[in-house]
């Protein structure tokens, strides 16, 4: 055990090294490129009973590859393009295999798609699969320039499930999209297809209930987001630009397919999400911050350590808030309160405190978080979770 911890370290520490990213072929207008990016995780959970005793038999130590996303970009015409992740999620973490979807063993595309500018900036149609356009922070957010370690709690971040229909986190679909208003204004629209059949294992937990969709209904989702100060015009956005921009920007999403199945009952999923985010420089460094509400009908998936399951209507309140200094150093919190409205449920909180520090720009960096899971159900576990990430690529 000890040799086996003592190589991933080595290799944790060594990785940074390995990071590449280059321009294969450039004619013109035809261009190809690929590139690297990853995160090693090593994660300790504690798992403590209702009364808050904690059952160190039930403790986890492991280490894992987090995300190992090769990406391949080009154009073919100056208003052609196309992007591809292939990517494996999760390799190393316990009880969780899904190879079709590149979880725990395996490779899968994660991302496959081309956009055509049909209107330069302000219209442009996207298709392949790619990110549901509903919230921010799986929806616009990339993984590689979030400012917490993870992803929300219910959005799949840490050691958690996604609440709505997805391909782990993404759909199949054509998406309308655009930046108008002096590009402060940009919209998003999606026809996808959402729920399909039964939910795959794609994290710790099977979703309760088998969502399908007999009806083969299509799934429809869409965000706007205003920008006051700099605007953020690409369809991946970051949590923080390091100092580098001042954003201002508020945003709204939905989510919905009709008559999906939960093995007992048959009803309309649905979903919308308002938030604010802000990143602004202040004083020597730079203030960030997210602050999002989600109201869900008929959860599609039920979420992880929590009451909400699939059938269920629910909210998430969720923030989180940070602060750079000393242009590498940045210390930041969250929260997630996850409140099902089904009698005899509970509230969960998730929250966390952690730091980062930055190697070079936000996709090469080292961080430490504490995060805690905790619930007044009995029918959930309360955790304390340490994360420790290297976060490696360009």
């Not at 040799?3 to 520490?13: D, E, G, N, Q, S």
């Not at 261009?31 to 039930?58: C, F, K, N, R």
């Amino acid at each position: 055990m000890f040799r086996k911890t003592l190589v991933l370290l080595v290799a944790m520490i060594l990785l940074p090294s390995m990071v590449w990213s280059f321009e294969l072929y450039r004619n013109d207008e035809v261009s190809l490129s690929i590139g690297y990016w990853g995160q090693a995780w090593y994660q300790y959970v504690s798992d403590h009973g209702p009364t808050g005793d904690e059952t160190s038999e039930d403790s986890l130590n492991e280490f894992m590859l987090r995300r190992s996303y090769f990406n391949l970009s080009g154009t073919m015409t100056q208003n052609l393009s196309f992007f591809v992740h292939y990517a494996a999620d999760r390799i190393g973490q316990d009880d969780l295999d899904s190879p079709g979807m590149g979880v725990g063993t395996g490779l899968a595309v994660r991302d496959a798609w081309a956009n055509y500018r049909i209107l330069g900036n302000t219209l442009m149609v996207q298709a392949g699969r790619m990110y549901v356009p509903f919230t921010r922070d799986y929806g616009t957010t990339s993984t590689k320039g979030l400012m917490t370690t993870d992803l929300n709690w219910g959005q799949g971040g840490t050691r958690s499930s996604i609440f709505y229909p997805s391909k782990v986190g993404r759909d199949d679909g054509v998406t309308l999209w655009g930046n108008v208003l002096e590009d402060k204004l940009q919209y998003r629209f999606m026809i996808g297809d959402g729920a399909k059949g039964a939910a795959p294992p794609v994290l710790d937990e099977v979703p309760e209930g088998p969502v399908g969709n007999p009806d083969n209904n299509l799934r429809y989702a869409g965000r706007i987001s205003y920008s006051f100060l700099d605007p953020e015009t690409g369809w991946f956005n970051v949590a923080t630009t390091l100092g580098e921009a001042s954003i201002l920007a508020i945003g709204a999403g939905f989510d919905y397919q009709s008559d999906l199945d939960w093995g007992i009952t048959q009803g309309n999923y649905s979903a919308y999400t308002v938030d604010l985010h802000f990143d602004i420089p202040f004083g020597a460094g730079a203030v960030t911050g997210t602050f999002a509400y989600i109201n869900i009908n008929n959860s599609a998936n039920g979420i992880t350590d929590t009451d909400l399951s699939a059938g269920e209507d629910g909210e998430i309140i969720s923030g989180q808030v940070g602060y750079l200094f000393a242009e590498r150093i940045q210390p930041f919190g969250h929260f997630q309160t996850i409140m099902p409205d089904a009698d005899g449920t509970e509230d969960t909180l998730v929250y966390g405190l952690g730091v980062n520090y930055y190697i070079k720009g936000l996709a090469n960096k080292i961080t430490a978080e504490w995060t805690a899971v905790d619930s007044d159900s009995d029918a959930v576990t309360d955790k304390d979770i340490i994360t420790v990430q290297l976060a490696f690529g360009f």
